[in-house]
């Protein structure tokens, strides 16, 4: 998947997003295409190495929850075997 550097053209902030298009990659971070400078780094296959967002971004509040629920799913045992369950 390509990587891109987002950019939001008022704050300055910059962030190194993967996503297929250019338009997701500025939806990720919860800016509007307008606002974002976004330059392509590089296309091709990645490891899953993944850059967190800070949690301020609506983006990284959601990419945060999404973390936390499956660190909790993998500590727990429940999704694997149903029997446990208490109904």
Do not use: K, N
Not at 26 to 34: A, E, F
């Amino acid at each position: 998947m390509p990587r891109y550097r987002v950019t939001h053209r008022a704050t300055r902030r910059a962030f190194e997003v993967e996503a297929p298009f250019a338009q997701d990659a500025c939806d990720q971070l919860g800016w509007l295409i307008g606002h974002c400078h976004v330059e392509l780094l590089r296309e091709g296959p990645y490891t899953h190495f993944e850059i967190p967002l800070p949690v301020t971004t609506r983006a990284g509040l959601l990419a945060w929850g999404r973390r936390e629920f499956d660190r909790q799913m993998a500590a727990s045992d429940h999704g694997a075997d149903d029997a446990d369950l208490p109904f």
